[in-house]
């Protein structure tokens, strides 16, 4: 290939990536923030309370709870197991862990931003509908909840629903720790992977290359779609641009609409995790819920909606803003941090196992059993440092170390620390 060709190529895709960014930033920003307060003023024990029954209220009360909560499969999993385990019924922890992943404040603003506020709100409807049914279907199935006990372990990552103690900027700070250290934290790579995707497809697919393929319409289509969508990993955020260069191809929106829904909803990590801590029965009823109902209501949206909307999305042109280029180049710098970071702590974890000590004595090391992703890393860093002596905690999720610096005190405190917030120590 031609080598201005190529340039020409990399230059176009730049642009592209720069272009998600500006679309994407401002909205993801507020939703962060938003979410960050939401965690840092939510009354502590409020959801164990609402949740306990097996009835429609306690579905619809997970659901609401679950809709604007910003986490991905991988976190919303072990979230609902922690809500169970406080009490919550079966048929509620189910509502949430179908509901959760397939919007939350951040999902809700970027798709207003990429999509139009009438293709946002009509997710959130969806999701929140097929939570219910969901939900529903479970109580209905097995009415008889069964309460584990209050001091049984449940391995993953925890329940941080919680509000932190404190004062107004006590509150402040935690709810900008747990935006960028729990919540950025856990989607980054996939927030990275979704910008360049939708960068990718926008440069190499035209406008409308799928209306010249009779597959990719209609029920075909969303079929289609609902097979890609349903082993994939992506998180509602991540999802938004890659739907919305999809759309500019041609994609009808009803078909993206199924991949919006179904891809951050069910994954193949997802369905075993659920098929492990709530049985085979909640693990068919979890997927068939997500599957049909995602058809539904994408064959809905294309026969009453889609005359109705017109879909702002990011290949518009238009001038981006002071306000939008400043959000970006802080998503970028953020970005760029908590990636570093992660190199970093694999990189301190590598030397330590080839050297046997490394920088830290042996003392300084714990080996945490049962994190499952980022959202795990930040909660047992923050169940850590909150003890008193510990300066810093960095657990590394590959191997499970974490490496603590300070005056700690006595291990069998940190090992309880560590306990009490819903992991093991080797």
Known sequence: MDTDAVTAYLVETGVAIWMVLLELSPSLLLGLFIAGILHAFLPKGIIERKLSKSNLRSVVGAVVVGVPMPLCSCGVVPTALGLQRDGASKGAATGFLISTPQTGVDSVAVSAAFLGWPFALFKVVAAFVTGVVGGVIVNLTEPKVVKPAKDAVVPGCGSSVAAPAGGLWARLRSAVDFAVFDLLAMIDLW????????????????????????????????????????????????????????????????????????????????????????????????????????????????????????????????????????????????????????????????????????????????????????????????????????????????????LIEGDPPPREELARAIREAGYEVA
């Open 191 to 402: 927030l990275v992977v979704g910008v360049v995707a939708s960068a990718l497809i926008t440069t190499a697919v035209p406008p409308g290359f799928f209306e010249n393929f009779e597959l990719t319409q209609g029920m075909t289509g969303m079929l289609l779609m609902l097979a890609f969508a349903l082993p994939l990993y992506v998180c509602a955020t991540s999802s938004v641009p890659i739907a919305a260069s999809l759309i500019a191809a041609g994609l009808p929106l009803g078909s993206a609409l199924v991949f919006l829904m179904a891809g951050p909803a069910t994954n193949v990590a997802t369905l075993g995790a659920v098929h492990r801590a709530l049985g085979g029965r909640v693990m068919l009823i979890y997927l068939a819920v997500v599957g049909v109902l995602s058809v539904v209501f994408g064959m809905f949206f294309e026969a009453v909606l889609t005359p109705a909307t017109s879909p702002q999305l990011m290949h518009a042109a238009h001038d981006p803003g002071l306000v939008a280029m400043a959000s970006a180049v802080i998503v970028v710098t953020l970005l760029v941090y908590l990636l570093a970071r992660r190199a970093w702590l694999r990189f301190v974890s590598s030397e330590f196992e080839m050297s046997g000590k490394g920088a830290f004595e042996m003392d300084d090391v714990l080996v945490v059993k049962g994190m499952t992703c980022n959202h795990c890393v930040a909660n047992v860093k923050k169940a850590l440092e909150a003890l008193p002596g510990v300066t810093r905690a960095e657990p590394e999720l590959k191997s499970g170390r974490v």
